[in-house]
């Protein structure tokens, strides 16, 4: 517990390196960034609660738990993950995002600075297919925390269930959302909230919007609306305090778009 709240002071400490590499590495907006930070600061001190209440006669420890964390949250559910996993008394193995291999070592840094010894908390950043697929089959990983594609989560989920026993898997995976709107509901908030929603972040996140229905009644007026703000938005690259959206994580990205 004491660590964790030294690394939620450190994190603060190092505000400025990490938002810097949210932008640069992430293409994440100044706001997404900050946002991101708070909520790593958050996940550090909510588990560091957490463990104080654990008994390890019925919190008993698992062993090596393997951590995979997606792009789109690549300070904050990486470090979610992690400080879950040290919390309930587990060595750790972070692999982090291929994208976002930066920030998850400047946040182990910042751990290891805490008191999290190194052979605890251990970095292995590189490609899910190589990477990550040797460790999920490795019969010492007692656990598993995903977060990313649903395909991806089948797979670890395969290959578990082919090493039998029983390893446990926490997997949060990606979904499709949508909204619906009445014609008791204000536009102004409706424009805010579907802007909010799908194109923070780019859209990139599993919580984004992607289908909008309107009443018919009040669709023409809320759609004028909803145009107006779009072209308020500004795209480009969100060093610039005054960008709005800035780039898909990468090429394959932008390829799936487009296509």
């Keep these: 517990a004491a660590c964790l709240e030294r690394a939620a002071e450190l994190f603060e400490g190092e505000a400025d390196t990490l938002l810097a590499l949210a932008v640069r590495e992430a293409g994440k907006s100044w706001a997404n960034a900050v946002a991101e930070l708070r909520e790593a600061v958050d996940f550090l001190r909510y588990y560091a609660e957490q463990v104080r209440d654990f008994d390890p006669a019925t919190h008993p420890a698992l062993g090596p738990v393997l951590c995979i964390s997606p792009w789109n949250f690549p300070l904050a559910i990486f470090t979610g993950q992690v400080a879950a996993a040290l919390a309930a008394g587990n060595p750790v193995l972070a692999k982090p995002a291929e994208q976002t291999p930066l920030i998850a070592a400047r946040a182990v840094a910042l751990l290891h600075e805490a008191g999290i010894p190194a052979d605890v908390l251990q970095l292995l950043p590189g ?63 409706v424009v805010a909230d579907v802007l909010a929603s799908a194109f923070d972040s780019a859209g990139q996140r599993c919580s984004a919007l992607r289908v909008l229905c309107l009443q018919q009644d009040v669709a023409d007026h809320t759609l004028t609306m909803l145009r107006g703000a779009l072209d308020e938005l500004r795209v480009g690259d969100p060093a610039d305090v005054r960008i709005d959206i800035g780039p898909v994580i990468d090429a394959d990205a932008r390829a799936g778009l487009e296509a």
């Design 127 to 189: 490609r899910g297919e190589t990477v990550g697929a040797a460790l999920v089959a490795d019969p010492r990983v007692r656990g598993v925390m995903f977060t990313g594609s649903t395909e991806v989560a089948g797979l670890i989920n395969r290959t578990l269930a082919q090493r039998g026993g029983n390893i446990p898997l926490i997997a949060e995976t990606g979904g499709q959302n949508a909204m619906i709107v009445d014609s008791t509901a204000l536009p102004e908030q």
